[in-house]
């Protein structure tokens, strides 16, 4: 089973960057899509971004497009997630996730799932 491990969270002020990483013990054709979600207090859990760790075609959620950059490295299976501009409403828990994932922005589509790691943005 792939496991997970998120790290790269803290807290920062809005208009500051911040980089996830999340590093997978390995890459399988069951994981081929890596995903980040977040979480904020009384909220659902809302798609991020994805990244297919072959082709390395990407996805956004509408609420990060143009701030937020998802990446992998193939060598170190690790993807990120470079953040700029954050804003306070950015302040979530974020999780890292793996899965086949036809519908990526479906959180139901993954099979494995990271910690999670704390991100707050303060005004």
């Known amino acids: 089973q792939v496991q997970l491990v998120e790290s790269g969270g803290g807290l920062v002020q809005a208009g500051d960057s911040l980089r996830l990483s999340c590093a997978a013990s390995?890459?399988?054709?069951?994981?081929?899509?890596m995903a980040w979600f977040r979480q904020a207090p009384g909220k659902e859990r809302e798609f991020v971004a994805a990244?297919?760790?072959?082709?390395?075609?990407?996805s956004y959620g509408e609420s990060v497009k143009g701030r937020f950059t998802i990446s992998r490295d193939n060598a170190k299976n690790t993807v990120y997630l470079q953040m700029n501009s954050l804003k306070p409403e950015d302040t979530a828990v974020y999780y890292c996730?793996?899965?086949?994932?036809?519908?990526?922005?479906?959180?139901?589509?993954?099979?494995?799932w990271g910690q999670g790691t704390q991100v707050t943005v303060s005004s």
């Open positions: 390995e890459r399988t054709f069951s994981s081929r899509t």
């Open positions: 996730a793996a899965g086949f994932a036809v519908r990526e922005t479906q959180a139901n589509e993954y099979s494995r």
């Open positions: 990244i297919r760790w072959s082709s390395g075609v990407t």
